[in-house]
């Protein structure tokens, strides 16, 4: 991996270590049901929905990813507005889009788990690939989730072994022990 890549996804595992934690860096196993709302709806908690939903919007149109992410989080949550899923779902994509990688990870677990769209673990795993090359450490790691248990990718042991030693190089202790459990290194 590049210094400058490695540097910059060791700066961003710094602030997603709650994210991490509540949700991006669990482990999802093979047949796994849907994960209850409440999952997506923790993720958006922790960055923040809109204050007001008109701000956001009007700042999302003008192409802040940032507004974009939180009106998600915002319909996602229901706080303040009817709880639209689908919505949510698209205003990650299109976040993401924009290049932020936070909501490339949300819009995979969107798919992944059926949060107003249908289950697609192949657009999930897409999403997660974006947020990966970012690079962001939580995106790596569902991705290597991904490879490991052959959802909407190929099953490739070594390529989830590469993507946890990825993760555990920026500092996501979880995908540590993966990569120790698959004969990978940190990165």
Known sequence: MKASMKASMKRRVLAV???????????????AKAAPSSSVISIGLSIGACDDVSVCEKECSAGSADRCRRLAATYSLGQGVEKDEARATALYERSCAMGDPAACV??????????????????????????????????CYNLAIMYENGRGVARDRPKAAELYGMACGAGATRACDKAKEMGGAPQ
């Open 17 to 31: 270590v709650a994210l991490c934690s509540v949700v991006a860096c669990r482990d999802k196993p093979s047949g």
């Open 106 to 139: 949300f819009a995979g677990q969107m798919h992944e788990y059926a949060h107003g769209v249908p289950k697609d673990d192949a657009k999930a795993a897409g999403f997660y690939k974006r947020a990966c090359e970012a690079p962001w450490a939580p995106g």
